[in-house]
């Protein structure tokens, strides 16, 4: 999962039209101030394990809000910061988890509609730290940050190493 | 190199503080209306061919004005759309490259400064093919999305299936 997490004076946004994968919503419309927004990407290796995915992108995302003193996240479901991405039952799940996990811990949660066109206005603060991007992987106590987007599997940097020596 | 091109009613940027790589620049505040943006990001692979990079980006970069419709665009360096960074003697080579090699083809080209943190503020439209992402690789006539982290080397989708099919 890739997220982009942007510290914002605001964003608003108005969902224009369906995709074919677009969920069932009333909230056509919203918007959040002084907030973070996660623009947030689900993969094909996140539908290897979605619960930890959820785990991991939580403590990822509170660690950086404890970072910048906010606490308010609005979710923004886009497609467009990965070449692998995941299916869109899995990708509603972890984003409906990752929700539902940040509630619990307390934040201020909104969450846009996944599968929509969206216009939108987003106005980023500029610092040092407003901008940043979290790679998250399904493994437990690992960083992994690289796929193969043919079978989907990780490389370890052992194996790239190995591999990469040779004929390539 | 990663593009994420966004259709936009308007971008204003402020440039608030240099990083150890900020280019020299005049100006630090600017905006564009009715265009589209190019958040780019120069890849390590791309240190390979930069002048390679700058043609087939170019060429992505027209054919998707043609199909918008639109003229005008906003080349704005963003940072956080891949892990594998490269240099940034590199990234403003290829960032000025794409910008003169447009101007050339008659585009009307800004190009936010190099290395700066900006606060910004973008309204994209949101129609189907507002929000669109490219990778651009550094190879001739073929397409290629995929590296490895540790040795830079592109994977061919042959190679791919024959690591992936043994031991990983």
Redesign the interface.
């Given at each position: 999962m890739r997220i982009?997490s942007i510290h914002a004076d605001r964003l608003w946004?108005?969902a224009?039209?369906k995709t074919r994968m677009a969920e069932p919503t009333n909230v056509r419309e919203d918007r959040m101030e002084e907030c973070v927004v996660l623009f947030c990407c689900v993969e094909k290796l996140d539908e290897k394990d979605p619960d930890q995915v959820i785990r991991s992108a939580t403590a990822g995302v509170r660690k950086r809000l404890a970072m910048l003193h906010v606490n308010r996240v609005l979710i923004y479901p886009?497609a467009?910061?990965t070449?692998t991405l995941g299916s869109p039952p899995v990708a509603l799940y972890i984003l409906k988890g990752l929700e539902s996990s940040l509630i619990d811990t307390k934040v201020e949660v909104k969450r846009a509609p996944f599968g929509w066109?969206?216009?939108?206005?987003?106005?980023?603060?500029?610092?040092?730290l407003?901008?940043?991007?979290m790679?998250i992987c399904p493994y437990h106590g690992t960083e992994c940050?690289?796929t193969?987007?043919?079978?989907h599997?990780p490389?370890k940097?052992g194996?790239?190493?190995h591999?990469?020596?040779g004929a390539?």
């Amino acid at each position: 999962m890739r997220i982009l997490s942007i510290h914002a004076d605001r964003l608003w946004y108005h969902a224009t039209k369906k995709t074919r994968m677009a969920e069932p919503t009333n909230v056509r419309e919203d918007r959040m101030e002084e907030c973070v927004v996660l623009f947030c990407c689900v993969e094909k290796l996140d539908e290897k394990d979605p619960d930890q995915v959820i785990r991991s992108a939580t403590a990822g995302v509170r660690k950086r809000l404890a970072m910048l003193h906010v606490n308010r996240v609005l979710i923004y479901p886009y497609a467009h910061l990965t070449s692998t991405l995941g299916s869109p039952p899995v990708a509603l799940y972890i984003l409906k988890g990752l929700e539902s996990s940040l509630i619990d811990t307390k934040v201020e949660v909104k969450r846009a509609p996944f599968g929509w066109y969206k216009e939108f206005e987003i106005r980023g603060k500029g610092h040092p730290l407003a901008d940043l991007s979290m790679t998250i992987c399904p493994y437990h106590g690992t960083e992994c940050d690289f796929t193969c987007p043919y079978c989907h599997h990780p490389f370890k940097e052992g194996d790239a190493g190995h591999i990469c020596g040779g004929a390539l």
